[in-house]
């Protein structure tokens, strides 16, 4: 068997940096490459990587001889919005390079990350089926329902081993998000604990699917161990968590700094807020690879403050 070496392409940013992490600590240090296009303090092994420049990635995965790549690198669904083309290019283009170099360097696995932006208004909204109406009304929904279907034909067509979740907003200590529409569900903590207010850009009762870090990082870890005979989907796995509004979240914050205070300005991200379900069924994950998230809204919120005011410390 190949000893496995795994490159992270987007190895900068909110999932990618605490999975490389994760990685390494399961694999080694120096069996994780970490790249993006931006340079990183504390990541070596690293390497400058601009995902739409395919010969560069060839030419690392030949210098490390690669085995398994985790492709986190995509324009988000409010920044996406910003540039519908640019977005789709990148998020589009980035994709066929990883599926393209897999092929030609007999790649062993690859991990795609999809999202619950490739619902929208047609998909039922309370615990919407992964096999459902999908009708995304962002770019980045359009580009990440796309990619499923392109994953699921690399597959078909030329046995790829490529697997995929659909993330919901996922909510961190050790990272920051940047261009989603669920990124406040970060932001409140850091400002509950800051400033004990914070103005939500999106309105009081917008109920969203939401993950912890840890059950992501681990459930992907998980779905990337299970033998290729368990993976029944091809396109993407929903991956539940909790579901929660502004309002609900402010109230479990206030369990813990009851002075803290919520206001509403919503602003063009309620729209796209709007347009995505309120929670998921991921029954299909726990059946074929045994997926079960540890965290609810209380042990999270618990669990991120605690972390958060023990950073704000050191960092004083
Ligand atoms: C976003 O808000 O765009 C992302 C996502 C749900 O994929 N966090």
Redesign the pocket.
Known sequence: MRKDKILVIGANGQIGSVLTKALRAAFGNDAVIATDIRNAVDQAPFELLNILDADRLAEIIDRYKITQIYHLAAI???KGEANPRGTWNINMEGLFNVLEVAIAKKIDKVFFPS???VFGTKSPSIATPQDTILNPTTV?GISKQAGELWCNYYFERYGLDVRSVR????IGYESA?GG????YAVEIYHEAIKHKQYECFLSAHTELPMLYMPDAIRGTLQLMEAPADQIRSRTSYNLAGMSFSPAEIATEIQQFIPEFKISYKPDFRQKIADSWTKSIDDQEARKDWGWKPDYDLHSMTENMLENLYKEYKEAV
């Open positions: 988000l669904s409010a999202s619950i932006a980045y993330y919901p907003g996922i998000p989603g529409t669920t990124d």
